[in-house]
């Protein structure tokens, strides 16, 4: 992928557009579909919505009571347990996958952690590099015979946040001094990369993978920040109501990565980063995060195969060969 694929299409669809316009006449009957934090915020929207067309919806959660009520009202969904945070539940996880399906048309990193306090996990990965990035990684390597078997499509949801910072080459864990918000824009900047280089590797067998901005939601994924947090940053008032301005709602929220999903649009394309049901932008230097765009360090080729390399060697997935 070049910058030079990164650029608008004319897509019909727009930041308001919600997930039953871009599903409208979308037919998912016989198609297999994995959603990580399907049952909650932009997941559960995303989950209705390929239920609703027919799609088999596997849906791997850290807790799962929680996942398999809120799934309840919909046909065709099913938990799996699973915490991204832990390798060997990833991949026991994606075994199972495997033993109960010979196709996986859809498979959608959603799930996420934003702004956390300082946490280890594993062999002492921080929290939010594990649980956006390094678990995504693992789950895909794991599940990607079943991925190239029909040539399926990788949904992973990034954010403009990946502003904030490149990958932190020097010190990826923060062992140094933690900072959230770097913490969380680094692996926001790593869900782009891992979708461009899953592409670069998967689209022979085609596989192709795309990375997204969803839009500003309030979801669970602020849970972790204080509501005078929030408040200060004028995203709701002191009732913990949305006043931000260009905020989405859930289904507008999750109509992004279904648009990545289903578009014939996107036929033939992959390693793109999208926003408001279309192709982003590359950023330009000076812009804010607010201008929305694409930066183009999260595109770099040789940085997206050298994040490879480090997770490869961090979870010991199993390699996918190009």
């Known amino acids: 992928m070049t910058t030079t694929d990164q650029q608008p299409l004319g897509s019909p669809f727009s930041a308001v557009s919600t997930a039953e316009d871009v599903m409208a006449g979308i037919d998912l009957s016989g198609r297999t579909a994995v959603v990580t934090g399907g049952y909650s915020g932009l997941g559960l929207e995303t989950s209705r919505a390929l239920s609703a067309a027919g799609a088999r919806v596997i849906v791997p959660a850290r807790r799962p009571d929680a996942a398999r009520a809120a799934l309840r009202p919909f046909d065709g969904c099913e938990v799996v347990p699973m915490d991204l945070a832990d390798p060997d539940g990833v991949r026991a ?187 982003a932008r590359v950023a330009a230097p000076g812009d804010s995060m607010d201008d929305g765009g694409v930066r183009p360090y999260a595109l770099d080729p040789d940085a997206a195969a050298r994040l490879w390399d480090l997770s490869l060697a961090a979870t010991g997935a199993t390699p996918i060969t190009g």
């Open 93 to 279: 996880a994606a075994a199972r996958i495997c033993g109960s399906t010979d196709r996986l048309d859809l498979l959608f990193a959603l799930a996420g952690v934003m702004a956390t306090p300082e946490r280890r996990v594993g062999p002492g990965w921080e929290g939010q590099f594990a649980a956006n990035h390094l678990g995504h990684f693992l789950l895909a390597c794991e599940l990607h015979p079943l991925l190239a078997a029909h040539g399926a499509r990788v949904v992973v949801n990034s954010s403009a946040g990946h502003a904030l910072t490149d990958i932190r080459w020097h010190d990826p864990h923060f062992r140094t001094g933690y900072d959230k918000w770097l913490a969380y824009g680094q692996s926001k900047t790593a869900n782009v990369l891992f979708a461009a280089r899953l592409d670069a590797l998967g689209r022979a067998d085609g596989v192709r993978a795309f990375a997204l901005h969803p839009g500003k939601i309030i979801t669970g994924l602020q849970r972790e920040m204080t509501l005078r947090e929030q408040i200060d940053r004028g995203w709701v008032d002191e009732h913990g109501t949305v006043v931000g301005a260009d905020f989405k709602s859930p289904s507008q929220g999750a109509a992004t990565g279904l648009w990545a999903a289903t578009s014939p649009l996107l036929d033939g394309r992959g390693g793109l980063y999208l926003e408001d049901c279309e192709v």
